[in-house]
């Protein structure tokens, strides 16, 4: 290792810079079977919350953007929201509510499965037999 000392202002900064023309062969390389952690790494999960949930407001600014775009389409939902009853707009409100909880459970749905094939997966692993 080189040491330089550098001074500034204030203060005297020591830098060191380590010799990188030897490997470290202290550390071991512990992702291979012999230390048995490559076994145990599990490979990363597909966040479902995320896909579902950025699909679905993908759609919605897909559906305001198009609905905007054009001066007809925003002018007959100008009209049709001027319209709505007290009635409708509740009707609408519990229409996505229920959306927005079937939503919640797909997204429910698919995490329970991935950790029942990841619990699986983790089972065969510790049942099969060790090969050496």
Not at 50 to 66: D, H, K, M, R
């Amino acid at each position: 290792m080189s040491t330089e000392a550098t001074t500034t202002d204030a203060t005297t900064l020591e830098v060191t810079t380590p010799d990188v023309s030897t490997p470290d062969v202290t550390t071991p390389d512990v992702a291979t079977p012999e230390f048995g952690y490559a076994d145990a790494v599990a490979p990363p999960r597909t966040r479902w919350a995320g896909i579902i949930w950025g699909a679905l407001f993908a759609a919605v600014a897909a559906s305001g953007f198009w609905l905007l775009v054009d001066g007809d389409r925003r002018s007959t939902a100008t009209d049709w929201v001027l319209t709505l009853t007290p009635s409708m707009i509740l009707t609408l409100a519990i229409l996505t509510a229920g959306v927005l909880v079937l939503f919640a459970g797909a997204v429910g749905l698919l995490r329970r499965g991935q950790r029942r094939m990841a619990a699986h997966a983790a089972q065969r692993r510790a049942s099969a037999p060790a090969s050496e």
